[in-house]
């Protein structure tokens, strides 16, 4: 079992920035990768980011290229979710997830992930 609380949502202006984290909990994160998703109203949940177990490899969705960065601190248990140049199109609710079958695999299906966080709310104002 994996437990994923996120936190650091909130409001920002566009052009903003903020970081997310995601502390897990249960079996250690540095077994399996971790993946950040995120649903706005009426949409589909969207894959963001995703880093492997050690952090070495990371893949993000073509619409953050460039403005978000995920890392994570196995020592810590957390990942992170740096988000800058935001966007109204960002809003949305992020979510962390954990696909504790694969560690070098970077996945990006959310049907991939076995475990998720309860989200936390971005909202970019123009």
């Known amino acids: 079992q994996v437990q994923l609380v996120e936190s650091g949502g909130g409001l920002v202006q566009a052009g903003g920035s903020l970081r997310l984290s995601c502390t897990a909990s249960?079996?250690?994160?540095?077994?399996?990768?971790m993946g950040w998703f995120r649903q706005a109203p009426g949409k589909e949940r969207e894959f963001v980011a995703a880093?492997?177990?050690?952090?070495?490899?990371?893949r993000y969705a073509d619409s953050v290229k460039g403005r978000f960065t995920i890392s994570r601190d196995n020592a810590k248990n957390t990942v992170y979710l740096r988000m800058s140049s935001l966007k109204p199109e960002d809003t949305a609710v992020y979510y962390c997830?954990?696909?504790?079958?694969?560690?070098?695999?970077?996945?990006?299906?959310?049907?991939?992930?076995?475990?998720w966080g309860q989200g936390t709310q971005v909202t970019v104002s123009s």
């Open positions: 249960g079996r250690t994160s540095s077994s399996y990768v």
């Open positions: 997830a954990a696909d504790i079958h694969h560690t070098s695999v970077v996945l990006t299906t959310r049907y991939e992930y076995d475990y």
């Open positions: 880093v492997s177990s050690s952090g070495g490899r990371t």
